[in-house]
């Protein structure tokens, strides 16, 4: 799965790499670690209206949910969706359903290798693309106290290529990172179902991913996360004989 990503990059940059303006309001500045379970809202930009950026929280809510406290509840467990089954599960069905799909802008995310019951940080970015697409789905939820359209997104997952199956070995999966090719596809085409799902259930190359281990930093509760500081690589001795880890 996919809780921790980076979007390492200035304004300037995000609206250059995808030809489309943030909200004035947005006042975006580099983020380099959100953490899902804070649900941040996040630079997306969406099927519908691919010429802006818009700022989307973490953690869909279906359109069916029927409180603030059922909504609080429901996006802790909708920060990701696995991408075999959006067509088919409730929380995910209409948006995927409805074209609602979406690009995650992101210059790099983070797993964890299990060595036992040791944990090791690392930080995967793509080499051929400075900011990289995920695929997500958003939707638009109407909430009931106050009448407010409140927008909010899923991460899509797949089957881990041969990089991150070895990195995140007790789920073996990963991120739906779109090549440029897909992210168009993803994005404007008019897609079946089967086409979609096919389109996702292709890993990005794990060749053309670049990882390391990093600092137990990221998961302190004394030092904030969120700096450039967490992306500094950090080796263990316990990872010196573990070639499939790193590229």
Not at 75 to 98: L, M
Request: aromatic fraction near 10%; glycine fraction near 2%.
């Amino acid at each position: 799965m996919c809780f921790h990503k980076s979007l390492a990059v200035k304004a300037a940059e995000l609206e250059a790499r995808y030809k489309a303006a943030l909200p004035d309001s947005a006042d975006f500045q580099p983020v380099y670690h959100a953490n899902a379970y804070q649900f941040p809202t996040w630079p997306i930009i969406t099927r519908q209206e691919p010429e802006r950026i818009q700022m989307i929280q973490w953690g869909l809510i279906p359109r069916w949910t029927k409180s603030r406290d059922n909504a609080d509840d429901i996006r802790a467990k909708t920060i990701n969706a696995r991408s075999e089954t959006i067509y088919e599960k409730p929380s995910f069905r209409a948006a995927a359903q409805s074209g609602k799909r979406c690009l995650i802008p992101v210059t790099g995310f983070y797993e964890w290798h299990t060595m036992g019951s040791k944990k090791f940080p690392f930080y995967i970015s793509t080499k051929d693309q400075t900011i990289a697409s995920i695929a997500g789905l958003w939707d638009e939820w109407p909430d009931p106290e106050t009448g407010e359209l409140v927008q909010t997104y899923t991460l899509l997952t797949t089957e881990a290529n041969p990089l991150l199956a070895a990195i995140h070995n007790t789920k073996k999966r990963m991120p739906c990172v779109l090549t440029p090719a897909q992210e168009q596809t993803w994005l404007h085409d008019d897609l079946s179902e089967a086409k979609a799902l096919a389109l996702l259930a292709e890993p990005y190359p794990a060749r053309e991913m670049h990882s390391y281990s990093i600092s137990k930093r990221i998961t302190s509760r004394t030092e904030p996360s969120d700096v450039p500081e967490v992306l500094a690589p950090s080796e263990y001795t316990e990872l010196k004989n573990q070639p499939a880890l790193f590229t």
